[in-house]
């Protein structure tokens, strides 16, 4: 298949394997480091009933974002029934673990061959999905930034550039006159800048207040159930630490991960987890069997979904590319 060949699905696999093992490995070193026998038995009190709670909590949200990112396909004229959405968004965890989570689409490719929707109509929908994202994060990170002295200036700097890159593609007429700037400059490839001037005015119709309040409230509730994650599970380890500062833990975490641009913010996201809840006076034991728990709860497990939802959704593509399927849609 065109796009995301059997190559580059086999090099992905091989990524995911690989931090997979990059992952367990360094989480057995800092284990040896801060004791393996009291991180292996604060792993070992952890129920059944607990790590399904967990994993509920990851579930619920996927399924906000999942909603946020059917309403803003919908937004642009994406007329994709939910079920298929949800076969599509899922799918994408697969590819979580590709630097900087560009694997991720894969979902574009995805609505490509199933609905005939060209990129130029569909990247907004990814576009408007990441600054969700970031969106939820640093409001949250705000929310928790009290309970911790030092990182207020970075939140402000990281939320001054959301807002900042929010503000210039709600109003398309910047990025198109810097389309139209390089276009002129350069003479050539019209229908590449006249899809790129489509795609800023799609993308600028995510901005419209209703929609934009509806999915900043989504993102936030979806990312708040993972924060809620922690704390209960810090609390269950034995540690003790606030609401306020598990938020702001979990959201700055995350945050990082992101600015790293390391496959699913593997390092970053760990280290600064593991040292904030030192800092918040959690032992290094609970501290490091949290932060080794919720990222297997929240990463891996979106990893795993992916990876079981991707074959269907492969299949459904390969049918809907034989001949005699729907064409491209502008």
């Known amino acids: 298949m065109r796009g995301f060949g059997q190559g580059r699905l086999r090099r992905a696999e091989f990524a995911a394997i ?116 970031s969106a939820a994060v640093l409001i949250l990170c705000l929310f928790g930034v009290g309970a911790f002295g030092g990182y207020a200036v970075a939140t402000m700097i990281a939320g001054a550039a959301v807002l900042l890159l929010s503000l210039l593609l709600a109003n398309p007429r910047a990025p198109i006159g810097l389309i139209d700037a390089a276009y002129d400059r350069i003479g050539r490839w019209p229908r590449l800048f006249a899809g790129l001037r489509h795609m800023a005015r799609q993308t600028a119709r995510l901005f419209d207040p209703p929609l934009l309040a509806l999915a900043l409230a989504v993102g936030v509730l979806g990312w708040f159930a993972e924060c809620l994650a922690l704390f209960w599970l810090v609390e269950t380890l034995g540690g003790s630490i606030t609401l306020r500062a598990a938020v702001f833990v979990f959201a700055f975490s995350m945050m990082v991960g992101a600015v790293s641009m390391l496959p699913g913010g593997l390092g970053g996201t760990e280290v600064t987890m593991f040292a904030l809840l030192t800092a918040a006076g959690v032992a290094p034991d609970i501290a490091l069997a949290a932060t080794a728990v919720i990222r297997a709860t929240t990463l891996w497990f979106a990893v795993a979904l992916g990876g079981l939802t991707l074959p269907f959704a492969l299949r459904a593509a390969r049918a809907a590319t034989l001949p005699g399927a729907a064409g491209i849609r502008a």
């Open 18 to 133: 690989v931090t997979v093992v990059v992952f367990v490995g360094a989480m057995a070193l800092a284990g040896m480091l801060v004791g393996f026998d009291d991180v292996a038995a604060r792993l070992a009190a952890i129920s059944m009933p607990v790590l399904a709670g967990l994993l509920g909590l990851s579930l619920a949200n996927y399924g906000l974002r999942l909603v946020r990112w059917h309403l803003f396909s919908r937004r642009v004229g994406v007329a994709v029934p939910l079920a298929r959405s949800a076969l599509v968004f899922f799918a994408g965890f697969a590819m979580t673990t590709t630097p900087g989570k560009v694997g991720e689409a894969l979902r574009l490719w995805l609505i490509e061959r199933l609905h005939g929707y060209r990129y130029a109509r569909t990247v907004p929908i990814m576009v408007g999905d990441k600054i969700g994202d």
